[in-house]
């Protein structure tokens, strides 16, 4: 059916009814941002909290999106109904996603999977603003679990964890010393540790590698507080091997976090995340306007003629947003 000449709040019930198209329009007002942004946001809030989100990160390369991929055929055929925000690299040329992601899983995904890629349009870290949204939006509509499979920039993106319930974190064979894994954030970031390409030489040793600096790491605080390890699970994603063992993990591990209180801690710090990006949105929105006017161009004209410093500058802009 048309959706031509339909207010956002009557697109919002029609995805929420079932229709695809209706929620692929729903999360392109997300991405947008603005009124229609906020609008989705009333309606899609008090109808969220029951999907477990899970966040899939790691090193480009290491087979997330085949991985991910798996988990879509596996999930239906257990009664559930995945969806995936699938966090790619913006275009230089028009800010969009560049859709490999999707391009590699919807080979594997069926009918009742839906599969969405987001353009991170620079955001640090490799998550767009949008995907506390998005993933509101799928909770609200009724697929469970949301995977957020994101785009591996840098090292590992440790703000995967301010959006997920479990983090899953993919190496492969040859990933490095434990040294190097410390560094990288890994100890602190990961719930469960794959080690994918399961079938090439080194896996065993990447495993022991792994279990040894569970052994000796003093980061690991789930495991001081509540006996919480992170499981190693080895895959062969583009087989399908050990995606079956994964998602027992990721099962396990929500029921972990909910005997022990601390899936309600998570998901207050995800609205912790989600506010303060928010308030740095509008107040860097609001920062331009101010630079934009008159007085804010005088300031720039002040500095440029050495009339005053930068930094004062900068605080007299301060005080009048923080009136």
Same mark, same amino acid.
Not at 178 to 206: C, H, T, W, Y
């Given at each position: +059916?048309?959706?031509?000449?339909?207010?956002?709040?009557?697109?919002?019930?029609?995805?929420?009814?079932?229709?695809? /198209?209706?929620?692929?329009?729903?999360?392109?007002?997300?991405?947008?941002?603005?009124?229609?942004?906020?609008? $989705?946001?009333?309606?899609? *809030?008090? #109808?969220?909290?029951?999907?477990?989100?899970?966040? $899939?990160?790691?090193?480009?390369? %290491?087979?997330?999106?085949?991985?991910?991929?798996? !988990?879509?055929? &596996?999930?239906?055929?257990?009664?559930?109904?995945?969806?995936?925000?699938?966090?790619?690299?913006?275009?230089?040329?028009?800010?969009?996603?560049? &859709?490999?992601?999707?391009? /590699? +899983?919807?080979? #594997?995904?069926?009918?009742?999977?839906?599969?969405?890629?987001?353009?991170?349009?620079?955001?640090?870290?490799?998550?767009?603003?949008?995907?506390?949204?998005?993933?509101? %939006?799928?909770?609200?509509?009724?697929?469970?679990?949301?995977?957020?499979?994101?785009?591996?920039?840098?090292?590992?993106?440790?703000?995967?964890?301010?959006?997920?319930?479990?983090?899953?974190?993919?190496?492969?064979?040859?990933?490095?010393?434990?040294?190097?894994?410390?560094?990288?954030?890994?100890?602190?970031?990961?719930?469960?540790?794959?080690?994918?390409?399961?079938?090439?030489?080194?896996?065993?040793?990447?495993?022991?590698?792994?279990?040894? #600096? &569970?052994?000796?790491?003093?980061?690991?605080?789930?495991?001081?507080?509540?006996?919480? /390890?992170?499981?190693? $699970?080895?895959?062969?994603?583009?087989?399908?091997?050990?995606?079956?063992?994964?998602?027992?993990?990721?099962?396990?591990?929500?029921? *972990?976090?909910?005997?022990?209180?601390?899936?309600?801690?998570? /998901?207050?710090?995800?609205?912790?995340?989600?506010?303060?990006?928010? !308030?740095?949105?509008?107040?860097?929105?609001?920062?331009?306007?101010?630079?934009?006017?008159?007085?804010?161009? #005088?300031?720039?004209?002040?500095?440029? %003629?050495?009339?005053?410093?930068?930094?004062?500058?900068?605080?007299?802009?301060?005080?009048?947003?923080?009136?």
């Amino acid at each position: +059916m048309s959706l031509r000449g339909l207010g956002t709040e009557e697109i919002f019930e029609r995805a929420v009814a079932g229709e695809r /198209r209706a929620l692929g329009r729903v999360l392109t007002f997300i991405e947008r941002a603005g009124e229609d942004a906020d609008i $989705i946001t009333e309606l899609s *809030h008090p #109808m969220g909290g029951q999907a477990h989100v899970v966040g $899939i990160t790691g090193a480009p390369g %290491a087979g997330k999106s085949t991985l991910t991929g798996q !988990l879509t055929r &596996l999930l239906p055929d257990l009664g559930l109904r995945p969806a995936v925000l699938a966090v790619d690299p913006s275009s230089p040329l028009t800010g969009g996603a560049i &859709l490999g992601d999707r391009i /590699r +899983m919807d080979d #594997m995904a069926g009918d009742d999977v839906f599969i969405r890629s987001v353009a991170t349009r620079g955001h640090a870290g490799g998550l767009a603003l949008s995907i506390p949204g998005g993933v509101r %939006a799928f909770d609200a509509v009724g697929y469970d679990p949301v995977i957020i499979e994101t785009v591996g920039v840098g090292q590992v993106e440790v703000d995967v964890v301010g959006a997920a319930d479990t983090t899953v974190v993919v190496v492969n064979p040859g990933w490095g010393d434990a040294v190097q894994a410390n560094k990288a954030g890994l100890m602190e970031v990961a719930d469960i540790f794959v080690i994918n390409k399961a079938d090439r030489p080194g896996a065993a040793d990447s495993r022991r590698d792994l279990d040894l #600096m &569970l052994d000796l790491s003093h980061v690991t605080g789930q495991e001081r507080s509540s006996g919480y /390890r992170p499981p190693i $699970i080895m895959t062969t994603a583009t087989e399908g091997t050990g995606a079956d063992e994964l998602w027992d993990a990721i099962h396990a591990h929500r029921g *972990h976090l909910a005997s022990t209180g601390e899936l309600d801690s998570r /998901r207050e710090a995800r609205h912790h995340y989600e506010i303060t990006h928010r !308030l740095e949105q509008l107040v860097s929105a609001g920062i331009v306007t101010a630079l934009a006017e008159d007085d804010g161009a #005088m300031l720039v004209a002040d500095v440029a %003629a050495k009339r005053i410093s930068p930094s004062q500058a900068a605080r007299t802009l301060a005080k009048r947003l923080l009136r």
